[in-house]
């Protein structure tokens, strides 16, 4: 039953077709401190680029997308099992720290590093 | 939710890391940022300048060795003005040893060795403060001699670190850190009665603390069964080729 799926999904180059622009991938985003409220006790930076994932998780997850194998298989469940099982989602993959410079409430100034606070790049899981 | 204060939504999602940690450090909204200015803000701007970019990445070659670093300006320094040319303050600085999440793996004081006051030229140093019989000097802590470091021209930094944690750290609840600010007037300006009092208001001497997280990242992911690692290593293109 795998051969007839391969057989309906489209080939590599029809693949590109059209559905291309939608595709999960990464999308650049800056906020500022004051947009989240926070430009009270926060001092440096000013600007804060967080980033996001967004687009659909193709049936084919090729390599760029980093996929794990269960990507695969919750596709093939949605398509052959269940379609209640959704289909993969377009998350971040890897992220990077950013340093802030903070004011505390009792007056003590704070430099931190928080992991985690910029998404680089996306998958489908 | 539109409109709804930022506080607010951090309050409904507490259990996040950041978000904890946001309750925690972030002073409410109705609080004004504590104004903080002068010499403790200007020599946090620089050390932010020197450990990340304009956008907040953490530079590759910063030197702090640390991921968080505290600035403690003193509660309320008692002045103990002796007569004539010396000077001596009382700094308390409170420490909250939150020591759960952190590893304090520095304790330093940054003051100002030498500098101007109406005109006089001061010197100055920081000495432990002990209830009974005040010890002048700081037990050599292992990393380099707690002989003060010359930071840029005008700030000092002494390492404290074993000072702090041998008698503050690993105790429970509110602690505060006791040290002598002394200032010597320097030759040629003696006899002249010199405005002591405005010395208190100055921010002669604050405290740095240097701390890493000791949050465990999130757990590295388990070993796959060795069947699965074994396909993953040598037929991983097998699953997606078979798809495909």
């Not at chain 1, 967004?54 to 398509?79: D, T």
């Not at chain 1, 007056?107 to 790049?121: H, N, T, V």
Request: charged residues 20%; glycine residues 6%.
């Amino acid at each position: 039953r795998a051969a007839i799926i391969a057989s309906k999904i489209p080939g590599p180059a029809q693949e590109h077709v059209g559905s291309e622009s939608n595709q999960c991938s990464l999308h650049h985003f800056q906020v500022s401190f004051h947009q989240l409220g926070w430009d009270h006790w926060i001092i440096a930076p000013n600007l804060y680029t967080p980033n996001y994932c967004k687009g659909a998780c193709p049936r084919v997850l090729h390599y760029g997308l980093n996929s794990p194998n269960h990507a695969i298989i919750q596709n093939l469940v949605n398509e052959l099992v269940d379609q209640n099982v959704p289909q993969p989602s377009c998350v971040p993959y890897k992220y990077a720290p950013i340093s802030i410079l903070l004011v505390e409430a009792n007056g003590s100034i704070l430099y931190k590093e928080y992991k985690d606070m910029i998404a680089q790049s996306c998958t489908c899981r | 939710k539109v409109g709804q204060p930022s506080t607010a939504l951090l309050a409904e999602a507490p259990t996040l890391p950041l978000i904890q940690e946001l309750l925690e450090e972030a002073p409410g909204k109705q609080q004004r940022k504590p104004q903080v200015q002068g010499h403790p803000m200007r020599y946090m701007l620089e050390l932010y300048q020197r450990s990340a970019d304009a956008h907040g990445h953490p530079r590759e070659n910063r030197t702090i060795g640390a991921t968080m670093v505290r600035l403690v300006r003193p509660l309320a320094n008692v002045a103990r003005t002796l007569r004539g040319p010396r000077h001596i303050q009382t700094l308390g600085f409170p420490l909250r040893p939150n020591w759960m999440a952190y590893q304090l793996i520095r304790a330093t004081m940054v003051y100002h060795h030498h500098f101007h006051l109406a005109g006089f030229h001061l010197s100055c140093h920081v000495e432990p403060w002990v209830q009974k019989n005040p010890s002048n000097h700081f037990p050599s802590s292992g990393r380099g001699s707690s002989k003060p470091s010359l930071l840029s021209k005008s700030w000092t930094e002494m390492d404290i670190t074993q000072h702090v944690q041998q008698r503050l750290w690993n105790h429970k609840g509110h602690r505060v850190l006791r040290l002598r600010f002394i200032c010597q007037q320097q030759k040629g300006s003696e006899g002249l009665e010199l405005p002591w009092h405005d010395m208190s208001s100055l921010d002669t001497a604050f405290l740095l603390l240097y701390f890493n997280d000791t949050h465990k990242s999130v757990q590295k992911a388990k070993l796959l069964p060795r069947g699965l690692e074994e396909f993953k290593k040598k037929d991983s293109s097998l699953l997606l080729q078979r798809a495909r």
